[in-house]
Nanobody, 125 residues
Framework: QVQLVESGGGLVQAGGSLRVACAAS????????VAWFRRPLGKEREFVAAINWNAGRTSYGNSVKGRFTISRDNTRNTVILQMNSLEPEDTAIYYCAAAMTRVGLFTSEKDYDYWGQGTQVTVSS
């Protein structure tokens, strides 16, 4: 079993930055793929970014390319999403997810085995 806990959400003005983190416990994230998804109010959950732990390869959703950066901290078993140039449209609950038995930069929710509870990110205009 893997437990994922998100932290770092909050309120920021448009154009600002936030960093959210996903800490894993119960199992090391080596050989996994970890992703961030988000769910805006009243909308479906959408892919934001993913990282392959071993290779360090990354993938981003079109709406966040060039603004968000996903990275990993091996010593803390944590994945970080650095969000810059935030826009009101980025307002959502942000979830991290882990695929422990597959290798690939998956963009579909169905490919992930474990999910965190989410953290709210609100961007004011």
């Amino acid at each position: 079993q893997v437990q994922l806990v998100e932290s770092g959400g909050g309120l920021v003005q448009a154009g600002g930055s936030l960093r959210v983190a996903c800490a894993a416990s119960g199992r090391a994230l080596a050989s996994s793929t970890v992703a961030w998804f988000r769910r805006p109010l009243g909308k479906e959950r959408e892919f934001v970014a993913a990282i392959n732990w071993n290779a360090g390869r990354t993938s981003y959703g079109n709406s966040v390319k060039g603004r968000f950066t996903i990275s990993r901290d091996n010593t803390r078993n944590t994945v970080i999403l650095q969000m810059n140039s935030l826009e009101p449209e980025d307002t959502a609950i942000y979830y991290c997810a882990a695929a422990m038995t597959r290798v690939g930069l998956f963009t579909s929710e169905k490919d992930y085995d474990y999910w965190g509870q989410g953290t709210q990110v609100t961007v004011s205009s």
